[in-house]
């Protein structure tokens, strides 16, 4: 979504529990999405990422789903650790095009409480 | 590889001062660097795409003159925060783009911590 400057939902979770974090888009267009992490301080780091093709993918303890019907992703994270907190951001970067630019949505705060 | 450094890490300044932040990317040319502003416990802002050898596009309600972006070379781009006050205290982070197996693809830095007293 283009939520920007909100601030941010925040998801606590139990550590060693699995961790699901939703992300509504509105281009139906898009054909490639992206999540990131950012912890505290740092910049977005690459997570996994997805194109239109499919409607899963996995990774190492995490999977993405997409479901172009309603214009959903999620990101599954399995046994939720505390290195795990951080804020999560979908993006759909257009990567065929070069005038694009890559926005953010609001993005979710993960806490894993130990 | 794609690596993307920013340059410093963290900033203080006197209010009336300016600021310049470096964007690089250390082992991949990017044609295109764009500069996002990020507040606290909030998502990022884009400001402006930097288009290597020509004038930024800044975002709409970011102030050209007081963001100066230039992007001289493949590798670095620069963002001067002019006459800086309190409320541009804020996480400044670029990324840098380049172009992979004819797809598109994005990396982003560690951010720079600017504190504007």
């Known amino acids: 979504g283009e939520s920007v400057g909100l601030h941010l939902p925040t998801l606590s979770v139990q550590e060693g529990d699995n961790s699901i974090i939703n992300c509504a888009y509105s281009n139906s267009a898009s054909d490639y999405f992206i999540w990131y992490k950012q912890e505290s301080g740092k910049g977005p780091q690459f997570i996994i990422d997805?194109?239109?093709?499919?409607d899963k993918r996995q990774g190492q303890r995490v999977t993405v789903l997409l479901n172009k019907t309603v214009k959903h992703l999620s990101l599954q994270i399995a046994a939720t650790q505390p290195g795990d907190s951080a804020v999560y951001f979908c993006a759909e970067p257009q990567i065929k095009a070069a005038g694009n630019k890559l926005t953010f949505g609001g993005g979710t705060r993960v806490l894993v409480k130990p | 590889g794609a690596v993307v450094s920013q340059h410093p890490s963290w900033v203080i300044c006197k209010s009336g001062t300016s600021v310049k932040i470096e964007c690089r990317s250390l082992d991949f040319q990017a044609t295109t660097m764009f500069w996002y502003r990020q507040f606290p416990k909030q998502s990022l802002m884009l400001m402006a795409t930097s288009n290597e050898g020509s004038k930024a596009t800044y975002e709409q309600g970011v102030e050209k003159d007081k963001f100066l972006i230039n992007h001289a070379s493949l590798t670095l781009s620069t963002l001067t925060v002019t006459s800086a006050h309190p409320e541009d205290s804020s996480f400044y982070i670029c990324?840098?783009?380049?172009?992979?197996?004819?797809?598109?693809?994005?990396?982003f830095g560690p951010g720079t911590r600017l504190t504007v007293l």
């Open positions: 990324s840098a783009r380049t172009r992979l197996a004819g797809l598109y693809e994005q990396f």
């Open positions: 997805i194109r239109s093709n499919m």
